[in-house]
Nanobody
Framework: QLQLVESGGGLVQPGGSLRLSCVAS????????ITWFRQAPGKAREGVSC????????KYADSVKGRFTISRDNAKNTVFLQMNSLKPEDTANYYC?????????????????WGQGTQVTVSS
């Protein structure tokens, strides 16, 4: 059974950092591109960052460029999202999603497998 499990969310003050993890089980992450999405109450789901499978390359939404970094450790079947300089507007439930494709995308409907999400709250 293919499964994605996110962790690492929590409450952090503005300007702080968090590192989210997305661990895959039931399949080998090497062949999948991975995207982090987020959704705040009353707002549409937003693609935040993605990483290609097997080839280099990442993408970031303009709202997080220079602050967030996505990376993968295929040996651990895990993708990370390092989030620095967090802002209140980053508050959302963060999901990772996987698709068996080389080139990643920030578009939700292109992804087949989803985790349950981890909540990130940025507040003083």
């Amino acid at each position: 059974q293919l499964q994605l499990v996110e962790s690492g969310g929590g409450l952090v003050q503005p300007g702080g950092s968090l590192r989210l993890s997305c661990v895959a089980s039931g399949f080998t992450l090497d062949y999948y591109s991975i995207t982090w999405f987020r959704q705040a109450p009353g707002k549409a789901r937003e693609g935040v960052s993605c990483i290609n499978s097997r080839v280099g390359g990442t993408k970031y939404a303009d709202s997080v460029k220079g602050r967030f970094t996505i990376s993968r450790d295929n040996a651990k079947n895990t993708v990370f999202l390092q989030m620095n300089s967090l802002k209140p507007e980053d508050t959302a439930n963060y999901y990772c999603a996987a698709a068996r494709r080389v080139w990643c995308s920030l578009v939700a409907y292109e992804y087949d497998y989803w985790g349950q999400g981890t909540q990130v709250t940025v507040s003083s």
